[in-house]
């Protein structure tokens, strides 16, 4: 809601909703449910969630007896040169059954509507369930079990083998982007959707003014359904590809070809026990974030490091730490191989060692110095194989995708 704009509705009292405001002409479409779309074609059922620009709703399809997510896109972006319609259909283009194909949420139909904020294209795509992250941190131990996490990995990076392969390239692939999919929903009675969903709960929709909120808006908005919930055996070992990742480059207005150096950055929050990724990021500032990635990938190559302005602030020429201000924060050199040497190995819970956070600067850089020395357990040195040929500074040192899956940390993941 721009600056000055006065509200129309009073807030909902779920976070997970949608923006009330953006019920407006050229925003989003009014759903109930239970409202059927594409001449009686598509049958509301429940509500999957929502972002800046379409609300996603869990929908029947009368015809093909199959539960599909509806994407309804505000009027405004629903232009004859949507993007996201392009790219969908580029893929299908060269749609050959192939098993990567199956990764990826492809669609079912398109058709357009019109209401009282505009006319709205809505793509009909398959039903996914819950995004890797949220249901990793949504578990008892906070992480996926080893093998399912290698498994998403593979199948992941197979998928992006082939998006590369097509053409495509996915630009933000993250846990939070990646979803497992659900079992044999499409055999599931409407009753059977809320029971093992949940039961659709509504919040009213209120005008300030007092007057009713219709046309333009609902009179209740869905909250969305909590996939987390969901119960495992409901879900497959498959998954779904739909800032921080970007590359130093981006934030110093540096101009290069990448590989995949993002997908290094994605494949290890997914091992990682609390999804944490390998470079700590600060959403803050770009400054804090080329900071944390030369503390663990070292000195940027030039002309990146002289077009680096705030390095005189916290490093030396050589890309050191430079010692602390009065009152200001410490920068420890770290490595990858010490970050790894932190995962749990196998079954193990334990992450990082309790006290760490104690030590003084110098006791820091010597831990580093030991653990580095210290060889990993066969699977996290695979890992580190891997991400190490993919996290680089120079996009012609990277690995493609394609010689990624021939490393012993995917090649040999055990179905």
């Given at each position: 809601?721009?600056e000055?704009?006065?509200?129309v ?7 997970e909703s949608e923006?009330?405001e953006?019920?407006?002409?050229g925003g989003y479409?009014?759903v109930?449910?239970?409202?059927y779309?594409a001449n009686?074609r ?7 969630g929502?972002?800046?620009f379409?609300?996603?709703?869990l929908a029947?399809d009368q ?15 629903s232009s ?10 580029h ?6 059954q192939?098993?990567?194909q ?9 058709f ?7 006319t ?5 795509m398959p039903?996914a369930?819950?995004?890797?992250r949220?249901f ?6 906070g ?8 498994n ?10 082939y998006?590369h ?5 996915h630009g933000d692939f ?5 979803l497992l999919?659900?079992?044999n929903?499409?055999?599931w ?14 919040d ?10 219709g046309?333009?808006a609902?009179?209740?908005v ?6 987390t ?8 070992q ?8 970007a590359?130093?480059?981006?934030h110093?207005r540096s101009q290069?070809?990448?590989?995949v150096?993002c997908?290094g950055?994605?494949l ?7 999804g ?10 770009p ?6 990635i030369?503390?663990v ?6 002309p990146?490091w002289q077009s680096w302005?705030a390095?005189?602030?916290n ?11 009065p009152g200001?924060?410490?920068l420890l050199r770290?490595?990858?191989?010490y970050?790894l040497s ?7 819970e334990?992450v ?7 030590l003084d600067r ?8 030991q653990?580095?020395?210290e060889p990993?357990p066969?699977e996290?040195s ?10 680089r500074?120079?996009?012609a ?9 021939e490393l012993?940390w ?5 179905w």
């Amino acid at each position: 809601m721009g600056e000055g704009h006065r509200r129309v509705y009073y807030p909902g009292i779920w976070d997970e909703s949608e923006e009330l405001e953006e019920y407006r002409i050229g925003g989003y479409h009014p759903v109930h449910l239970g409202d059927y779309l594409a001449n009686e074609r598509y049958q509301i059922v429940h509500k999957l969630g929502n972002g800046g620009f379409a609300t996603v709703w869990l929908a029947h399809d009368q015809v093909q007896k199959r539960y599909v997510a509806l994407n309804i896109i505000c009027a405004d972006a629903s232009s004859e040169d949507c993007r996201e319609l392009q790219i969908i259909q580029h893929l299908m283009q060269n749609h050959d059954q192939s098993p990567e194909q199956t990764h990826i949420p492809l669609l079912l139909d398109h058709f357009r509507i019109s209401g009282p904020n505009g006319t709205h294209l809505c793509l009909a795509m398959p039903v996914a369930g819950p995004r890797v992250r949220d249901f990793a941190r949504a578990r008892q131990s906070g992480r996926l079990p080893l093998q399912l996490a290698r498994n998403v990995c593979l199948q992941a990076s197979r998928t992006m083998a082939y998006l590369h392969a097509s053409g495509v390239c996915h630009g933000d692939f993250h846990p939070a982007n990646v979803l497992l999919k659900i079992t044999n929903i499409d055999s599931w009675t409407e009753a059977e959707v809320y029971e093992r969903l949940g039961d659709p709960l509504r919040d009213v929709v209120e005008k300030i003014s007092g007057e009713t909120p219709g046309p333009h808006a609902p009179s209740y908005v869905v909250k969305p359904i909590d996939m987390t919930a969901i119960d495992e055996q409901y879900l497959t070992q498959r998954h779904r590809t739909p800032p921080p990742y970007a590359a130093p480059r981006t934030h110093i207005r540096s101009q290069s070809r990448h590989r995949v150096g993002c997908m290094g950055a994605g494949l290890y929050p997914l091992r990682r026990p609390d999804g944490r990724e390998p470079v700590p990021h600060d959403f803050g500032t770009p400054d804090g974030t080329i900071e944390n990635i030369v503390c663990v990938l070292g000195k940027l190559p030039e002309p990146w490091w002289q077009s680096w302005e705030a390095r005189k602030d916290n490093f030396d020429e050589e890309g050191r730490p430079l010692p602390p201000a009065p009152g200001g924060y410490a920068l420890l050199r770290i490595n990858l191989h010490y970050a790894l040497s932190h995962l749990p190995a196998g079954g193990e819970e334990t992450v990082f060692p309790e006290g760490i956070a104690k030590l003084d600067r110098d006791a820091l850089n010597a831990r580093v110095a030991q653990k580095t020395k210290e060889p990993l357990p066969e699977e996290l040195s695979h890992l580190e194989d891997l991400l190490s040929t993919m996290l680089r500074y120079n996009p012609a040192e990277r690995i493609s995708v394609a010689e990624a899956l021939e490393l012993p940390w995917l090649s040999n993941v055990p179905w």
